[in-house]
C-alpha cells in the first residue's frame, strides 16, 4: 500500500499518580483499546511489524489498519494487577489486553511489548528510588510473560544511565542521558550485556528489539553499533513521534508516547485517523 503506515504507541506502567486519563497510562491504555477498535484498528506485535516491514513476511499486513503497543521500563505492573496507595485497585497492561479477546491482527488477543531494564541492581535500586519499594520490579514474570503470549519482552537496556542510580554500568558522565553511548565498549555494556541476560531469563524467549533509554540515540548507535550486531538485533526504536512507514530506518524506528505525543483520547483520535 502506498500510504501505508503503523503508528506504534507506548506507555508506562509506573505513571499513575493520578485517576485521570492523562495522569494514569493503565485508565488510558483501557480506554484507547476502546477507541482502536472503534476505528477499526487491529493490534500488531512488534517483532510481526518489524519482521513484516523488512522481510515482507506476510501478506495481511499490506492491506487494513494496524497499530502497535509497547510498553517502557518493566516493572511488575506491565504483567500484574496491583493496588495503587492512593488510587486503588489498577489491571496491569497483560490484563488489559486480554479483555480484548479478537483486537489482534490474527483474531487473537492483542500482544504488546515490554521493554524492560536487565540489570536487578539497577531495578532493586530504582524500586526504592522511584516508587514505593515494595520489590515491584522485578524479572521474575519475564518468562511466564513470554510464554503466556500477551506481551513480548525486549530489551531497554542495562541500567536505562538513569538520573537516580548512584553508578551506571558505563560511569557518571551518561547519567540522565543515552546520547553520549558512542562506543562499542560502553555499548556492549548498555545494550549487548541486557541482552544477553534477557534472552536467559525468558528462556531464548525474548524478541530482539530494542528500545532507546529516554528515547535517544547517537551517530554511533545507529551508523555503526546495531548494523554490526544484526546477528543480536533486528530493529531499534526511538520515541519520534511518527508512525512507522516503509521510508522508516531499522534502527530509528518511531513510536508515539502517552503524555508526551497525545494527553486525551481525542487527541490519540487525531493521530490515528
Same mark, same amino acid.
Given at each position: ?10 506507555? /508506562? @506502567? ?11 497510562? /493503565? ?14 484498528? #487491529? ?20 492491506? @487494513? ?6 510498553f517502557d521500563d518493566g516493572s511488575d505492573f506491565d504483567y500484574q494487577d496491583f493496588s495503587h496507595p492512593d488510587w486503588g485497585y489498577l489491571k496491569s497492561f497483560r490484563n488489559l489486553l486480554a479483555n480484548w479477546p479478537q483486537l489482534g491482527w490474527d483474531g487473537?488477543?492483542?500482544?504488546? %511489548? ?19 519499594? #515494595?520489590?515491584?520490579?522485578?524479572? %521474575? ?19 536505562? %544511565? ?14 540522565? %542521558? ?6 562499542? #565498549? ?14 536467559? #531469563?525468558?528462556? @531464548? ?9 529516554y528515547g535517544e540515540l547517537s551517530d554511533y548507535l545507529t551508523d555503526e553499533y546495531f548494523p554490526s550486531r544484526t546477528d543480536w538485533f533486528m530493529a531499534a526504536f526511538t520515541t519520534a513521534g511518527e508512525p512507522v512507514t516503509r521510508e522508516s530506518e531499522r ?23
Amino acid at each position: 500500500m502506498k500510504d501505508w503506515r503503523v503508528p506504534v504507541l507506548t506507555y /508506562h @506502567g509506573l505513571h499513575a499518580p493520578g485517576w485521570d486519563y492523562h495522569e494514569n497510562d /493503565h485508565v488510558a491504555l483501557e480506554q484507547d483499546l476502546g477507541l482502536i477498535d472503534e476505528l477499526g484498528f #487491529k493490534v500488531v506485535p512488534l517483532s510481526v511489524l518489524v519482521n513484516h516491514l523488512f522481510c515482507r513476511e506476510d501478506a495481511r499486513l499490506e492491506s @487494513g489498519k494496524f497499530v502497535a503497543i509497547s510498553f517502557d521500563d518493566g516493572s511488575d505492573f506491565d504483567y500484574q494487577d496491583f493496588s495503587h496507595p492512593d488510587w486503588g485497585y489498577l489491571k496491569s497492561f497483560r490484563n488489559l489486553l486480554a479483555n480484548w479477546p479478537q483486537l489482534g491482527w490474527d483474531g487473537c488477543a492483542p500482544r504488546g %511489548t515490554s521493554f524492560v531494564i536487565a540489570s536487578p541492581a539497577a531495578r532493586s535500586e530504582l524500586d526504592q528510588t522511584c516508587i514505593a519499594g #515494595k520489590d515491584q520490579w522485578r524479572d %521474575t514474570w519475564w518468562r511466564e510473560a513470554a510464554e503466556d503470549g500477551l506481551l513480548e519482552i525486549a530489551n531497554h537496556s542495562w541500567d536505562h %544511565t538513569h538520573r537516580s542510580l548512584k553508578s551506571l554500568v558505563v560511569g557518571p558522565e551518561h547519567r540522565g %542521558t543515552f546520547r553520549l553511548i558512542r562506543t562499542m #565498549k560502553d555499548a556492549d555494556k548498555e545494550i549487548l550485556q541486557a541482552e544477553k541476560m534477557i534472552r536467559e #531469563k525468558t528462556g @531464548g524467549q525474548s524478541v530482539p528489539l530494542f528500545a532507546y533509554p529516554y528515547g535517544e540515540l547517537s551517530d554511533y548507535l545507529t551508523d555503526e553499533y546495531f548494523p554490526s550486531r544484526t546477528d543480536w538485533f533486528m530493529a531499534a526504536f526511538t520515541t519520534a513521534g511518527e508512525p512507522v512507514t516503509r521510508e522508516s530506518e531499522r534502527w530509528k524506528l518511531p513510536r508515539f508516547v502517552c503524555g508526551d505525543h497525545w494527553r486525551t483520547a481525542d487527541e490519540l483520535r487525531q493521530i490515528l485517523e
